[in-house]
């Protein structure tokens, strides 16, 4: 097991330690404040998902024994073609054949393994300064720790210039599945829907009159799931092993834990018929933005009843009603949201190779890799070159 490891770099001093010794680190609740998933997210994130990740954190010190910041790492085999498809997928698979483990591989990840990652400094300003501490520190633990890349894990695009070290210096900085984001600037969900093309709100339309014609769906919010995870959770199943992309997979605890350590941010969203719950939606709501986190679906109804497009309407509408500024939801799904009037927002992967000599040529081949290249629906949003 690894604890207690440090190593010193020229601004101060990065020590690896468990969760149960952020107990006596005051800047452990500093570090995440001004995000949605501030750091009892991440608590629950450890505590709750059956992956297997090897979570611990490095505690960011200065010369002076300042904590300056406190960031969230962990350990994983990671498939390295995972999302990737065509010619290059078919190729792996190939070799995989005789060499089961080819390109795959050890990794330290920085970040946060169930959504974006940020930098956990305990103060705004120390942003810079904890990048390039992050920097000096991750390979030196990384080949300590037996893993083979460093990657810094779905990074928003607005960490760019204070990550430029790493961009620049070592990494390739890879697009990773972008987010996007919807502006709710209308008093109800018939004004948005009158804003967009007409081939949309005529299909939308359609949609929700058959849906009408079925037995009537009831809608419900929670802030605590507890009471039904039996009844949600398999929905949530269903959608996860449909996805081509899968990296966590999450379990009722970490459900019920959201609800029970942040319900003043998390919102469950439940659809009924008859009783019986056919969809359900993990929101997270702070700063005026509602995040659509996951999204659970009953498949022996849901493509009859559009409850995809259903739900979002529901969703869209109960934020409008809110006075919430944006509808941001998870990456993947792409095409729909396209059509929906939703903008992309970009996340990034900063990904190293240990080895000396081979880190030249892994730069320059995971730019093959990278998982936005292999999905054509993304080229056609219209901040795409944002990627």
């Known amino acids: 097991m690894l604890r207690n490891q440090a190593f010193s770099f020229p601004g101060g001093i990065a020590n690896l330690v468990s969760r149960a010794d952020l107990e006596r680190c005051a800047g452990w609740r500093e570090a995440f404040r001004d995000k949605c998933k501030d750091h009892r997210f991440y608590e629950i994130i450890e505590q709750t998902l059956a992956n297997d990740f090897e979570h611990h954190y490095l505690v960011l010190e200065d010369n002076r024994g300042v904590v300056r910041a406190v960031q969230p790492i962990f350990f994983v085999q990671q498939n390295l073609v995972e999302g990737v498809r065509g010619r290059v997928r078919s190729a792996v698979n190939s070799v995989r054949r005789r060499f089961p483990r ?4 050890r990794v330290l990840m920085v970040g946060c393994a169930a959504g974006e990652g940020h930098l956990g400094m305990c103060a ?6 904890v990048a390039e501490a992050l920097h000096a520190s991750l390979k030196t633990f990384a080949q ?5 890349l460093v990657v810094l894990k779905d990074f928003p695009a607005r960490y760019r210039e204070s990550l430029r070290s790493f961009s620049s210096n070592g990494y390739a900085r890879v697009p990773s599945m972008p987010m996007t984001r919807l502006p709710l600037a ?4 018939d004004q948005y829907l009158d ?5 949309t709100r005529k299909d939308l339309r359609r949609k929700f009159r058959k849906a009408a014609k079925a037995p009537p769906i009831e809608l419900e919010v929670l802030n605590d799931i507890t009471p039904c995870v039996d ?15 899968k990296f966590e997979r999450l379990t009722k605890e970490y459900f019920c834990g959201l609800g029970q350590r942040m319900p003043e941010r ?22 005026g933005t509602i995040y659509d986190e996951y999204l659970g679906l009953d498949y022996s109804v849901a493509l009859d009843l559009h409850l995809y497009f259903y739900t979002l309407r529901d969703l869209i509408s109960w934020s409008l009603a809110q006075g919430l500024e944006y509808y941001c939801s998870s990456p993947l799904n792409y095409h729909p949201k396209l059509h929906l009037g939703c903008d992309l927002m970009p996340l990034d992967l900063y990904v190293m190779h240990t080895g000396a000599l081979v880190n030249p040529l892994f730069r320059r081949a995971v730019k093959f890799l990278g998982p936005t290249r292999h999905d054509p629906v993304l080229r056609q949003f219209r901040n795409a070159a944002d990627l």
């Open 102 to 105: 080819f390109l795959t591989m």
């Open 124 to 129: 705004p300003e120390d942003e810079q300064w």
């Open 144 to 148: 300590r720790c037996g893993a083979s």
């Open 186 to 189: 209308y008093t109800n969900f």
């Open 195 to 199: 804003r967009l093309g007409r081939a």
């Open 231 to 245: 009844e949600i959770y398999p929905l949530y199943l269903q959608v996860h092993e449909r996805s081509a992309m």
């Open 266 to 287: 998390t919102r469950f969203f439940i659809w009924r018929q008859a009783g019986k719950a056919v969809a359900f939606s993990l929101c997270m709501v702070y700063g």
